[in-house]
């Protein structure tokens, strides 16, 4: 059967289920780390906290989706080296991914919260940014600009998101470099089905407008990536396409 690159798959994953054994997600969290780490998702991540957090020296992101943390780990150890004074808060609904992240985390005074993100409510300590990677793409349309404005009303700086460009190219070979070098099922099931999930910038720019975001700046990333600012202030260097 011909697969529809044009129109985005809602078939849930595997690791969407309230079931899944968590040694199952456990090697699901270090094989995506893997991925991140060498195919560059990592330094993605990396590249949208340094475009919001510009000539602070004293900063909170806060990760929502975070699961196993290793994507705060990353912009810990950026920051470590680039002399930053760092909090972190990770939010993820599953409470083993939460208990996992606080066990390998490096971050001294790292915040972990098991709920879902939109439930939580931060008083008068909204983080500076709040970021996704690898999350948006399980959610409806509808339901992600729901989570725009959250993450917009949340931030005080702004946010910023890292997930997949729906592409044949990104499928094909993922698909192909799972089946070889998996050795979990999650993987290999849920990676080129997460592609299948993905977006193109045109239904970004959709889903920003029909969020009543006017400012922000859309990049593809290597590989099959885009990353997703917004600013909620000082908003001149972020071009609106």
């Given at each position: ?147 725009m404005k959250w993450m917009r009303d949340n931030s005080k ?23 070889i070098f998996s050795k979990s099922y999650l993987v290999k ?45 000082r908003v001149s260097d972020l071009p609106t396409k």
């Amino acid at each position: 059967m011909m697969i529809d690159f044009r129109r985005r798959s809602y078939k849930k994953e595997l690791l969407d289920a309230s079931d899944i054994p968590f040694d199952d997600i456990r090697l699901n969290m270090k094989e995506l780390n893997f991925v991140n780490t060498f195919l560059g998702g990592h330094q993605i991540t990396i590249s949208g906290f340094k475009k919001l957090a510009s000539g602070k020296n004293n900063i909170t992101v806060c990760e929502i989706g975070c699961g196993g943390g290793d994507n705060l780990s990353a912009i810990y150890a950026w920051a470590r080296k680039n002399d930053l004074r760092l909090s972190i808060i990770g939010i993820d609904i599953n409470p083993n991914c939460i208990a996992y992240a606080k066990s390998v985390s490096p971050v001294p005074g790292g915040i972990f919260i098991t709920d879902d993100y939109k439930n939580h409510e931060f008083g008068n300590g909204r983080p500076d940014i709040i970021f996704s990677s690898l999350f948006c793409h399980h959610f409806s349309n509808e339901e992600l600009v729901m989570m725009m404005k959250w993450m917009r009303d949340n931030s005080k700086l702004g946010f910023f998101i890292n997930d997949l460009h729906r592409h044949p190219v990104a499928y094909y070979f993922i698909k192909w470099a799972t089946r070889i070098f998996s050795k979990s099922y999650l993987v290999k099931n849920d990676a080129p089905l997460s592609v299948l999930r993905g977006f193109k910038k045109s239904e970004w720019i959709n889903i920003l407008a029909k969020s009543d975001i006017k400012s922000y700046f859309v990049r593809w990333k290597w590989a099959f990536r885009y990353l997703i600012i917004v600013r909620n202030h000082r908003v001149s260097d972020l071009p609106t396409k």
